[in-house]
């Protein structure tokens, strides 16, 4: 189960690799939503699914995993939804800038500081006439580069003490995790 906020580029991203890789995963969208909302809807979901599976006494009802994909943004409540996410078991894909920024990785390293616009004008240049959807069939054979860019990313933050710093995101721990379940 994926809940997310953007209403375009998250939903269209995640559907197109749950067909490109033929993957079981559900999709929940809150428009407008910030990560506090996300996440109670994500728990909500997780605690129904379990509700479902124990009445029909089928575990196959239970999601493997409940993931929240959501930018940093300004939510001032933030930490306090990341941490309602880890005591739920509810994993967590933030980027920061924004969700574009899984794309950009596709294509070229970043450490430097990027604003959003800067980020989405970079994707435009790497894919011409990019708008809010991203062609995962396009961005599919440069995969294993953005997840070594994204790890990459992540050990440096992590060895200055800077996690979840601009730019950093954790997309591709969750697509990892679809991939993972595609191969079986």
Not at 138 to 154: G, I, N, Q, W
């Given at each position: 189960?994926?809940?997310?906020?953007?209403e375009?580029?998250?939903p269209?991203?995640f559907?197109d690799?749950?067909?490109?890789?033929r993957s079981?995963?559900?999709?929940?969208i809150e428009?407008?939503?910030n990560?506090k909302?996300?996440v109670?809807l994500?728990?909500?979901?997780k605690?129904t699914a379990?509700k479902d599976?124990?009445?029909?006494?089928?575990e196959?009802?239970k999601y493997?995993?409940v993931?929240?994909?959501?930018d940093v943004?300004?939510?001032?409540?933030?930490a306090?939804a990341?941490?309602q996410?880890?005591?739920?078991g509810?994993?967590v894909?933030v980027s920061?800038?924004c969700f574009?920024?899984?794309?950009l990785?596709?294509?070229q390293?970043?450490?430097?500081?990027?604003?959003?616009?800067?980020v989405?004008?970079l994707c435009?240049?790497?894919?011409?006439?990019y708008?809010?959807?991203?062609?995962?069939?396009?961005l599919?054979?440069m995969?294993p580069d953005?997840?070594?860019?994204?790890v990459?990313l992540?050990?440096w933050?992590?060895?200055?003490?800077t996690d979840?710093n601009?730019?950093?995101?954790?997309?591709?721990r969750?697509?990892?995790e679809?991939?993972?379940?595609a191969?079986?």
């Amino acid at each position: 189960m994926i809940v997310c906020e953007g209403e375009v580029t998250e939903p269209n991203y995640f559907n197109d690799l749950k067909h490109l890789t033929r993957s079981l995963v559900d999709l929940e969208i809150e428009p407008g939503g910030n990560p506090k909302t996300l996440v109670e809807l994500a728990v909500g979901l997780k605690k129904t699914a379990e509700k479902d599976a124990k009445r029909s006494k089928d575990e196959n009802l239970k999601y493997d995993a409940v993931w929240c994909v959501f930018d940093v943004d300004e939510h001032p409540r933030l930490a306090e939804a990341k941490q309602q996410a880890r005591d739920n078991g509810i994993k967590v894909a933030v980027s920061n800038p924004c969700f574009e920024l899984w794309a950009l990785l596709h294509f070229q390293d970043q450490r430097r500081h990027i604003e959003r616009d800067e980020v989405r004008r970079l994707c435009r240049h790497y894919m011409p006439g990019y708008e809010k959807r991203l062609p995962c069939e396009t961005l599919l054979p440069m995969y294993p580069d953005a997840v070594r860019r994204c790890v990459d990313l992540e050990h440096w933050h992590q060895t200055r003490g800077t996690d979840g710093n601009n730019p950093s995101t954790g997309v591709h721990r969750l697509t990892e995790e679809i991939m993972r379940a595609a191969r079986g």
